[in-house]
């Protein structure tokens, strides 16, 4: 989308937020405001409209803010969106139970979607606080595939986190999805473990500290342990996963003995030890 393109269906979208639709009084037409279904629709598009025209100005002028673009329906709707950010993050600081915050963070979680959509749709990487807020948000509610894309995102165009966080994006994402991964599988649960290999992809090449990404080895060696469990697979698949999981595990334990893997390693090497050689029996 061109940056004239974009500017022009912002405000065509801002233009139609008032549409009405006639109805018959008396024979004299009428206007009365567009149905509560459809009138969410056109607030939908409206904000994924103006969210790609806000990236792909300041894109264009990286000396401008997202919130101050002068004169366009591009400011109002990114001061719009900001508010209603910041009015939810002090709600947020006002409720003590973190499970009531995660809560609450579900409910807020679809006025964003459309805006954020629109950011994504505009395909360049703007510095501003409503997408990262989002994407840590998704994470924090458990919704990993709907975090992925704003994880994709945000580490292609290598954008930083708002400045409440003291992490850089790289480090927060794999801290808080390998933590939530070890919550999951401390509980017996399992965790999609491609998501965990993606997240391990993008992040490779990241500075950040050892103990952190040693959680999301063990998280991933973890998931790669199951198969060595399904006695329906033959042995030699059983072996294969067993063999990966030791490295991935190993690789976690050299990074930070403390992370609690040992027992894990231990026992996928008794499974991998050759069969030790009977003693030839010799007769009285």
Request: glycine share 4%; no cysteine.
């Given at each position: ?128 606080d409503v997408l990262p807020t989002i994407m840590i948000w998704r994470i924090d509610t458990g919704d990993f595939a709907a975090a992925m ?136």
């Open positions: 989308m061109s940056l004239a393109r974009a500017h022009r269906e912002a405000f065509l979208a801002a233009q139609s937020e008032t549409a009405v639709a006639p109805v018959e009084t008396g024979g004299q037409p009428e206007q009365a405001p567009i149905e509560g279904g459809r009138a969410s629709l056109a607030r939908d598009h409206i904000a994924r409209t103006l969210a790609a025209a806000v990236a792909i100005s300041a894109a264009a002028t990286p000396a401008l803010s997202p919130e101050a673009i002068p004169g366009t329906p591009e400011e109002r709707g990114a001061a719009q969106i900001n508010l209603r950010l910041q009015t939810d993050l002090r709600r947020l600081r006002d409720i003590a139970s973190i499970e009531r915050k995660i809560d609450a963070k579900r409910e807020m979680l679809p006025e964003y979607a459309a805006w954020v959509e629109g950011l994504l749709a505009a395909g360049v990487g703007v510095e501003e894309p704003l994880v994709e995102h945000m580490l292609a165009h290598k954008l930083s986190l708002p400045a409440r966080y003291d992490r850089s994006a790289p480090a927060l994402i794999v801290e808080e999805i390998a933590e939530a991964a070890l919550k999951l599988q401390q509980a017996g649960a399992a965790f999609d473990l491609p998501t965990l290999n993606r997240i391990d992809e993008l992040t490779a090449t990241a500075d950040m500290h050892d103990q952190i990404r040693a959680k999301l080895k063990k998280a991933i060696g973890v998931e790669q342990m199951r198969p060595v469990d399904n006695e329906e697979l033959e042995p030699l698949p059983r072996a294969a996963a067993a063999a990966l999981a030791l490295e991935t595990l190993r690789r976690a334990v050299a990074l930070n003995p403390r992370v609690g893997a040992k027992d894990r390693i231990t026992r996928l090497e008794k499974l991998l030890a050759p069969p030790k050689k009977q003693p030839a029996r010799t007769g009285a």
